[in-house]
């Protein structure tokens, strides 16, 4: 099972959690952790899965889990408390959009990418974000 860890820096101490239950899962990037939300994003590409981790307190609990199967790395928007990440489905290489503090799709937008791959998203300036995969390049913009 794949294992979050944190490592305390003041003391070597370890705290995990599995916030999946698939055995055999993978994961291509890192986890995020969103400082200003307490909060590290983490995800499975293998089996499936995204998900909220609170980092608040001493124990890591997960907040929220999101059905989604992203190969890509996530690209966070603090001020709005937004997350946008890749979500591949039968064929189709999909953009979601996804509040932080509660775990809700808010948007889903699909590339037009028949293949998913680790490529990167950059920001925009107004809410939007740049996606480049092996055979598709777009834009995406959403609305609160």
Same mark, same amino acid.
């Given at each position: 099972?794949?294992?979050?860890?944190? /490592?305390?820096?003041?003391?070597?101490?370890?705290?995990?959690?599995?916030?999946?239950?698939?055995?055999?899962?993978? /994961? /291509?990037?890192?986890?995020?952790?969103? @400082?200003?939300?307490?909060l590290?994003i983490?995800?499975?590409?293998?089996?499936?899965?995204?998900?909220?981790?609170?980092?608040?307190?001493?124990?890591?609990?997960?907040?929220?889990?999101?059905? @989604?199967?992203?190969?890509?790395?996530?690209?966070?928007?603090?001020?709005?408390?937004?997350?946008?990440?890749?979500?591949?489905?039968?064929?189709?290489?999909?953009?979601?959009?996804?509040?932080?503090?509660?775990?809700?799709?808010?948007?889903?937008?699909?590339?037009?990418?028949?293949?998913?791959?680790?490529?990167?998203?950059?920001?925009?300036?107004?809410?939007? /974000?740049?996606?480049?995969?092996?055979?598709?390049?777009?834009?995406?913009?959403?609305?609160s």
């Open positions: 099972r794949q294992r979050l860890l944190r /490592i305390s820096l003041s003391d070597g101490a370890v705290t995990e959690i599995a916030p999946f239950g698939d055995v055999g899962g993978g /994961i /291509i990037a890192p986890p995020v952790h969103v @400082a200003e939300l307490n590290c983490a995800w499975d590409s293998i089996n499936g899965g995204l998900a909220g981790i609170s980092t608040q307190g001493d124990e890591l609990e997960v907040a929220w889990h999101v059905d @989604a199967r992203p190969s890509m790395q996530p690209v966070v928007f603090p001020d709005s408390g937004e997350l946008v990440i890749n979500d591949f489905r039968d064929g189709d290489d999909q953009l979601i959009v996804v509040d932080m503090h509660s775990g809700d799709v808010v948007s889903r937008v699909s590339t037009g990418a028949r293949v998913a791959n680790g490529m990167f998203l950059t920001p925009g300036l107004d809410r939007d /974000i740049y996606y480049c995969s092996t055979f598709a390049i777009c834009r995406v913009q959403w609305q």
